[in-house]
């Protein structure tokens, strides 16, 4: 007995859902690439925030704007920096597949309460382009824009906790 319209429903499942099977099979992928890559993206970016932040305390040193900045690891996904003044930050980063976050405090001033001070939280998405590489994205604002390397977002990082 022949089971023609078995034969018939499963070309019409294969016509109908191809493409949401191959779009479903790309987005694996991506987040393949995101879950390997990112971390390697995470480690980099946190390294090259605490070099940064090493040559500004050298830059700083000396000078009354001088003032205690740290940065503290807590795990592969956790990084909190603190500057006691001028301007006072309070900040920490978090990574979680598929993004970075940076939630933070500052204040031009003196040390600032961290339980009242007003926080802002940025989401930094990962990327991934046909070729599989892999950038960081801004989540917010009118114009986002992306950072190709630990480098590029870790200098956007520095700039949005230090600069006046």
């Known amino acids: 007995?022949?089971?023609?319209?078995?034969?018939?429903l499963a070309e019409d499942i294969k016509h109908k859902n191809h493409e949401a099977a191959e779009e479903y099979g790309r987005a694996q992928h991506r987040n393949g690439v995101i879950t390997a890559q990112g971390r390697i993206f995470f480690t980099d970016l946190v390294r090259i925030l605490e070099d940064n932040i090493t040559q500004l305390r050298a830059q700083l040193q000396g000078d009354p704007a001088s003032a205690d900045l740290a940065i503290q690891t807590t795990g592969a996904t956790h990084v909190h920096i603190t500057r006691s003044r001028f301007p006072w930050v309070d900040a920490t980063i978090l990574h979680h597949d598929p993004t970075i976050t940076l939630e933070y405090a500052k204040d031009p001033g003196i040390t600032g309460d961290p339980a009242i001070a007003e926080r802002k939280t940025l989401i930094f998405d990962f990327h991934v382009a046909p070729d599989d590489k892999l950038s960081v994205q801004d989540a917010f604002g009118d114009t986002p824009h992306s950072y190709a390397t630990p480098e590029d977002l870790a200098r956007r990082i520095t700039e949005i906790l230090f600069a006046a």
Do not use: V
Not at 1 to 8: D, L, Q, V, Y
């Open 1 to 8: 007995m022949s089971k023609a319209w078995i034969e018939e």
